[in-house]
């Protein structure tokens, strides 16, 4: 399993940006498909982003497309998720998390296809 560490988290006010990190150590990050998540207070964890291992596949749900784009580095082992026009709802801790590419290319995505988890990053967004 690879090892995966979340960063960039932090408060910002609505309408700005952030983009945060994850980066891996003890696998083939090149062979992994990477993904983000995030989970707000007392809900579940929701799917935000996937990337294939060379970056050809990218798939968002509705609610933040257009606003948050996921690419990676497979030299620097490390993927990330740019995320702008902010709004209070994108309020969370955010996930990293990986997968063997195993070449599905289609939704949906959700937790049980994703074998390695980070720590997570808390995101804040005032109004």
């Known amino acids: 399993q690879v090892e995966l560490v979340e960063s960039g988290g932090g408060l910002v006010q609505a309408g700005g940006s952030l983009r945060l990190s994850c980066a891996a150590s003890?696998?083939?990050?090149?062979?992994?498909?990477m993904g983000w998540f995030r989970q707000a207070p007392g809900k579940g964890r929701e799917f935000v982003a996937i990337i294939s291992r060379n970056g050809g596949y990218k798939y968002y749900p509705d609610y933040v497309k257009g606003r948050f784009t996921i690419s990676r580095d497979n030299a620097k082992n490390t993927v990330y998720l740019q995320m702008n026009s902010l709004k209070p709802e994108d309020t969370a801790v955010y996930y990293c998390a990986a997968r063997w590419d195993d070449g599905r290319y289609y939704p949906p995505w959700n937790l049980l296809d994703f074998d390695s988890w980070g720590q997570g990053t808390q995101v804040t967004v005032s109004s």
């Open positions: 003890g696998g083939t990050f090149s062979s992994a498909a």
